[in-house]
């Protein structure tokens, strides 16, 4: 009798077990579909990413990642992080995406998936209105500020012969804080994004001047996205293509800007 209830629980065991083999060889695992967006900014970079005055995130980029969004189906979350750590946050799989006017560098290649360049970028010197600097040979002896690594960061550290004839190279963790110490006469000048300097003028008429003569060479922003993570990438520049296209990006440009200066 156990020798009959044995061989019946083998029967049953083994037909388990050739199902199973058999189930996994014709039907594969379905595929995971990402269902929110984690987006990496800078919260203090007007007025691509910043907070108004009822503490909520707006800005051109936000507005744009919103709307992308919106057309992948997928909700978006706004992260703000310590920009000069973006790359690790990124590869450390903390956020699924770098959205806040960053530019697209040689370097930040090697870490970095970029989307196709969206805007162009310029870094600027901005001064005081009446101050004496009317171009990069006159910060020579002067105290300037620039955001801890960005572009104007990069532009100013790697010109060793600029960078010797400062007074001092202030680094801030947001460029809020440098034009603060520029306005009370802390420092002398800041060299940064040309969209970010014009906005505070903009914001104070008359307080600021921008020296025209771009620093370093015109660059470009793009939305940044691990190496690995391609299907991210083209399915977000897939709808900025279409955004692009049917005029959205115009629309959301000429709200921030006044005009369509989307590339």
Do not use: H
């Not at 019946?8 to 058999?22: E, H, N, R």
């Not at 699924?96 to 370097?107: C, F, G, H, R, S």
């Amino acid at each position: 009798m156990k020798k009959i209830i044995g061989l019946v629980l083998l029967v049953i065991m083994a037909g388990a077990i050739f199902a199973g083999c058999g189930g996994a060889d014709t039907k594969a695992p379905a595929a995971q579909t990402k269902k929110k967006i984690v987006i990496g900014l800078d919260d203090s970079f007007p007025p691509m990413g910043f907070r108004d005055d009822k503490n909520n995130i707006v800005g051109f980029d936000i507005d744009m990642a919103k709307e992308a969004a919106k057309r992948l189906n997928v909700e978006v979350e706004f992260k703000p992080i310590d920009w000069s750590a973006k790359e690790m946050e990124l590869n450390g799989k903390r956020i699924d995406a770098l959205w806040n006017a960053m530019n697209i560098t040689e370097e930040r290649k090697k870490n970095v998936l970029f989307s196709d360049p969206y805007m162009e970028s310029k870094q600027l010197i901005f001064v005081l209105a009446g101050s004496p600097i009317k171009g990069a040979a006159d910060l020579a002896g002067k105290a300037v500020g620039v955001q801890e690594s960005s572009i104007g960061d990069e532009v100013v550290s790697k010109d060793a012969k600029l960078k010797a004839s400062l007074k001092d190279l202030k680094k801030y963790p947001d460029c809020i804080a440098a034009f603060l110490d520029l306005k009370a006469g802390r420092i002398d000048a800041i060299v940064t994004d040309e969209i970010l300097g014009r906005y505070y003028m903009s914001k104070e008429a008359g307080k600021y001047v921008a020296i025209e003569k771009p620093m370093g060479e015109v660059g470009v922003y793009g939305v940044g996205f691990r190496k690995d993570d391609k299907e991210l990438r083209d399915k977000v520049q897939a709808a900025l293509n279409e955004m692009k296209k049917d005029g959205t990006s115009a629309k959301i440009s000429k709200q921030w800007f006044g005009a369509d200066i989307v590339r």
